[in-house]
């Protein structure tokens, strides 16, 4: 009995993840038919923006980044997180498609309180009326993961509970194992994109979903980043209450005020009390960032609270970034580089933080740099917006197909983003302006004689393990000389890359050229109903034309599919 229900139950997950599977399929299909026509320059065919094929109507056309970001958006909570994450990677996607997909907003329909109520119920040590006195069932904020409610502790605390969505780590897990099967299927037939570590990657994007899938991570996150500004009476972090949060329950202090995107419309602010916010914000971050090395990695709007004392919360600590302290001093160098226009100062630097690619391209970027600077001219670099400087580093990096580290791109990310946020409040904020005073402070701790010892103290470990090994390391690399072991792979990357390129610039142009005679075909026989009879001879040439005309597109489009991943 028990073996037949577990066969019954495998089944079930089976035709389970086939469904998903279909969906995914076709959300990508639906949307990837706009994003082909827009890359071959035939997006005007299908005009998308009609509503064709469940697209949002609109006036004006759609452009590639916004297919690619609708198709993510309806597949659920794995693929916005996805998307999330690889709006960080401008070096990897491109920086147009990186800030689109940065637009992605996981806010969606809220669930009906009696779906969550279960898993409430569930979680809490004790009967919900034993913990809380009052309890608000009408969600203040829905996400593709969870709701968040307002309620009151007896004590009279005013707190916020983030419950988990039902069923969410199913379906999560379910994409995840999909995804998996097809990138592991994929890299194993097409060694021609091993330039990009794509397992890696996803392997870093699961557990970086997963984490976040356990809400006691970001309540950790919520005590870490409250610990670093203990004592700071500028900055406030909600208080977690362990007695109450597991991992699909979160309960915290509530921060009352007013997001920062509601605070730009606020007549009532003075343009000292703006620029004194937009300052503490920075302030808030750089201390996360090169003082500590852990940083709120999500800083949109929606996540700083003004208080009505003119404080500024910081919620939704499920995203954060983390930085060595050697990590900090590299990007140290690589802005103050940046700051002077040292283009082989920001190489070093950029190699240094374990941006990767062979040396012979940095010849090419080092000229990009040179272009770069010679457009900004005379301009001073306080005067330099951060979001179009990271920009124009992204662009670089991917032009040059440099693969930037994944917490150092998250960073990048996370910099733009609080630039944003201080403009938001202060129109007339300058980022770099803000930076300068923090960046010396910082070099000043760097350079003082504790830190000196400790970097000595530091290298003089590394030196003494590297001496130890050493003999070891010289011994075997002797025996496989002696033996013939030790073989040397070259590999011609350049052209590999190119010949690739220019395989799918071919696919695509096949393909468009057929979609494009497919859809003229259908729009004669349109024409042609109308203005001839239905019986006629003329009819039935052109209904066989144009069921000659999709057989060739399904065979065209199967061979190229074919060709690409075998």
């Known amino acids: 009995m028990t073996m037949r229900w577990q066969r019954r139950n495998q089944a079930w997950n089976r035709r389970r993840q086939w469904r998903r599977e279909r969906q995914i399929v076709g959300a990508l299909l639906r949307h990837g038919l706009g994003l082909t026509l827009v890359g071959t320059g035939m997006g005007w065919l299908l005009p998308f923006q009609w509503g064709l094929l469940s697209h949002p109507r609109r006036n004006e056309p759609y452009s590639g980044p916004e297919h690619l970001r609708m198709a993510f958006e309806d597949l659920g909570p794995t693929f916005i997180k996805l998307a999330q994450i690889l709006s960080t990677r401008g070096d990897l996607i491109g920086p147009e498609y990186a800030s689109e997909l940065a637009r992605l907003q996981s806010a969606v329909p809220p669930v009906p309180f009696p779906d969550m109520a279960p898993i409430l119920d569930n979680e809490l040590p004790a009967p919900r009326d034993e913990v809380f006195a009052t309890f608000d069932t009408d969600p203040i904020g829905s996400a593709s993961i969870g709701q968040v409610y307002r309620a009151t502790l007896h004590s009279g605390k005013a707190v916020v509970v983030k419950i988990q969505k039902p069923e969410v780590r199913a379906i999560v897990e379910m994409d995840l194992a999909i995804l998996e099967r097809w990138i592991r299927r994929r890299t194993s037939r097409d060694s021609a994109d091993a330039s990009y570590d794509v397992e890696g990657f996803f392997e870093e994007f699961a557990f970086t979903l997963r984490n976040e899938l356990d809400y006691t991570n970001e309540g950790y996150n919520a005590d870490r980043?409250?610990?670093?500004?203990?004592?700071?009476?500028?900055?406030?972090?909600?208080?977690?209450?362990?007695?109450?949060?597991?991992?699909?329950?979160?309960v915290m202090d509530e921060i009352r005020g007013t997001n920062f995107a509601d605070v730009a419309l606020d007549?009532?602010?003075?343009?000292?009390?703006?620029?004194?916010?937009?300052?503490v914000a920075l302030h808030t971050a750089f201390t996360q960032i090169f003082r500590e090395g852990f940083f709120h990695a999500d800083p949109h709007p929606g996540n700083f609270i003004v208080t009505e004392d003119l404080r500024?919360?910081?919620v939704d600590f499920g995203m954060v970034g983390t930085l060595t302290e050697?990590?900090?001093?590299?990007?140290?160098?690589?802005a103050s580089s940046m700051s002077s226009g040292d283009t082989e100062g920001i190489l070093d630097a950029l190699w240094a933080l374990g941006v990767t690619e062979p040396e012979s391209h940095r010849r090419g970027v080092a000229r990009d740099f040179d272009h770069l600077f010679y457009r900004v001219g005379d301009k001073s670099f306080e005067d330099l917006a951060a979001g179009d400087?990271?920009?124009e580093l992204m662009r670089i990096a991917h032009r040059h197909q440099l693969q930037f580290p994944a917490d150092l791109?998250?960073?990048f990310k996370v910099l733009a983003m609080l630039e944003s946020v201080a403009v938001l409040v202060d129109s007339d904020f300058l980022f770099f302006r803000s930076l300068e005073p923090e960046m010396k402070a910082f070099l000043r701790e760097r350079t003082s004689p504790k830190k000196f010892l400790r970097r000595v103290g530091r290298d003089a470990l590394d030196v003494a393990r590297l001496a130890d090994g050493l003999p070891h390391r010289v011994d075997r690399l002797l025996q496989r000389l002696e033996t013939g072991d030790l073989e040397l792979a070259t590999r011609e990357r350049g052209r590999e890359l190119e010949a690739m390129a220019l395989r799918r610039a071919v696919d695509r142009l096949a393909l468009g050229t057929v979609v494009t005679l497919f859809l003229v075909a259908g729009a004669v026989y349109v024409l042609a109903v109308e203005v001839v009879d239905t019986g006629s001879s003329h009819l039935t040439y052109l209904r066989v034309l144009l069921a000659a005309g999709g057989v060739a597109l399904v065979v065209l489009g199967a061979r190229i599919w074919w060709t690409r991943n075998r």
């Open 225 to 250: 980043i409250g610990d670093i500004h203990r004592g700071d009476t500028d900055v406030s972090i909600p208080t977690i209450y362990w007695d109450y949060s597991t991992s699909r329950v979160l």
């Open 267 to 279: 007549t009532h602010l003075t343009p000292d009390d703006r620029h004194r916010l937009a300052e």
């Open 312 to 314: 500024i919360g910081l």
């Open 326 to 334: 050697r990590q900090r001093e590299d990007f140290l160098d690589l």
């Open 389 to 391: 400087m990271l920009g």
């Open 409 to 411: 791109a998250l960073l």
